[in-house]
């Protein structure tokens, strides 16, 4: 049996919710909630959960709540990564945002830190990984600069296989690749693109190159354990099978308090009374480990397209949305808490605290002359992390400063999993409690239209016009 199989086990690595730092009482917060306020959720946090229910999860963006449970493309995925792993050195993933950064965040989480800087043998036979995630000219030179590409697999990542960025990167790397080895092209690159149709589509079919599928109907952001992920960490030789069993284990995660509902659905309600009845506008993602610190701009990207709107569902103009920012605990400590502590009253912050570090490092009583630093001896780092985080929630509930603690008891596949989707979930609750759609981006489109036109794309030729900017739109002003 696998561990993620047994129950007793996946009850040890439930991730809990600390809401000490949002309540009135016991603490007495004078802007704490009370629980009236907390109360008042119920019935639409209850509507919230029975249309979800609901609604079909195959076809609409709600798919996002399955992904997984679909295992049925875990064999084709384990198999090609296990054939691409065994024959390259090095992999090079080229996406942008929830192309890449989902992947990013896993590796960073669940790898060693320095897992390129290992020998083969330390790695396992593992190849060491890369990404491209702009269209930064002297990233992508660099890059190539440190890279063999004939011993080098490109993992391209689009969901609309029409991106600018990662579509440029590819077009730089297929030529590139192209006079480095000739014949065999196809063998040198994955692509990972919509289920349905599309330009990257067409190239794979024309070339002959392996392809996965990501979604149809869930947006980037929010397929994270699609193949977007799972293809590569399983290249890793991460446990995807204990990834996704840790997503699946988010519908487990139920709270009596205030009412009996998903745990993510409680968390949403508290976020979204920080932003309408305590004037909350940036919320701050601060996990105390460096391995996740990359989730955070995972989370950002999660936060920001989903909940920055300008129109309601019903087409009222709204403005809708808060900043997201990502800290590290305890590093941000010396920069952001300050700020964090005295402060406007305009932020929330969610700790993300870990019970039980792999390792605790013993800091050694070499000190125990000097008064100022004697106090370390028979501590740990793992002891000194954990009371920072402590200490931070303490100087923010003195200053009566409202923040909540996601804590993990470990870091692995299976917790990290549960963290992905857990806060997946939450993100769709807030927007539904705001009234708005969390699915689309019109301004992030908007933004890629318009460097269509710019860059000379057939079709979109008006958008680049005097007409659609105005007479003075494109002369720029220095001083």
């Known amino acids: 049996m696998r561990r993620w199989e047994d129950a007793h086990w996946r009850k040890q690595m439930e991730i809990r919710l600390d809401v000490s730092g949002v309540l009135r009482a016991p603490r007495g917060l004078v802007r704490g909630f009370s629980d009236t306020e907390i109360g008042s959720l119920q019935s639409r946090l209850n509507t919230i959960l029975r249309k979800t229910q609901a609604m079909g999860k195959e076809k609409g963006p709600l798919r996002f709540l399955s992904l997984p449970r679909e295992t049925k493309l875990l064999g084709e995925i384990k198999a090609l990564a296990e054939e691409k792993a065994a024959r390259f050195e090095n992999v090079l993933v080229v996406g942008i945002g929830g192309s890449t950064w989902p992947t990013i965040a896993i590796q960073n989480a669940l790898c060693h830190p320095y897992h390129n800087l290992l020998s083969h043998q330390q790695r396992q036979g593992r190849p060491r990984f890369f990404f491209i995630d702009n269209c930064d000219p002297d990233e992508t030179a660099a890059i190539l600069d440190v890279l063999d590409l004939k011993r080098t697999l490109i993992s391209v990542v689009s969901k609309s296989g029409s991106t600018p960025e990662p579509m440029a990167n590819f077009a730089v790397l297929h030529g590139m690749t ?22 990257l589509r067409k190239v794979a079919a024309q ?27 399983s290249m890793m030789g991460i446990d995807i099978e204990e990834l996704l069993a840790g997503a699946q284990h988010v519908d487990a995660l139920m709270t009596s308090w205030p009412f009996q509902s998903p745990l993510p659905y409680v968390g949403a309600g508290l976020l ?7 004037g909350c506008n940036t919320f701050i993602f601060m996990p105390y480990s460096r391995r996740l610190r990359y989730v955070g701009d995972w989370y950002r990207q999660l936060w920001a397209e989903s909940l920055g709107k300008k129109y309601s569902k019903d087409g009222s103009i709204v403005y809708e949305g808060s900043t997201p920012v990502n800290a590290l605990g305890a590093a941000d400590q010396h920069s952001v808490l300050q ?3 005295d402060g406007p009253f305009d932020k929330f912050t969610s700790f993300v605290a870990i019970e039980r570090y792999d390792n605790k490092v013993p800091i050694e009583g070499h000190f125990a002359d000097v008064e100022q630093l004697d106090y370390f001896d028979g501590h740990s780092l793992a002891e000194l992390i954990s009371v ?43 927007a539904e409690l705001l009234n708005i759609n969390a699915f689309d981006q019109p301004g992030v489109e908007e933004g890629k239209n318009i460097t269509y036109a710019l860059m000379g794309r057939k079709g979109y030729e008006k958008l680049a016009s005097r007409d659609m900017f105005g007479d003075d739109s494109q002369k720029r002003f220095f001083l």
């Open 178 to 199: 192209a006079r480095a080895i000739g014949n065999r092209l196809a063998e040198h690159f994955v692509i990972t693109t919509d289920e349905g149709e599309g330009p």
């Open 207 to 233: 070339e002959g190159i392996p392809c996965l599928s990501i979604p149809a109907n869930v947006p980037g952001r929010f397929a994270g354990l699609s193949a977007v992920t799972l293809f590569p960490a």
């Open 272 to 278: 979204y009374l920080a932003k309408e009845q305590r």
């Open 339 to 341: 700020l964090m502590v």
């Open 388 to 430: 920072e985080q402590r200490a931070t929630e303490m100087s923010l509930s003195r200053q009566q400063r409202l923040y909540r603690t996601i804590v993990l008891p470990e870091i692995n596949a299976f917790v990290l999993g549960e963290l992905m989707q857990y806060l997946q979930v939450e993100t769709y609750v807030v």
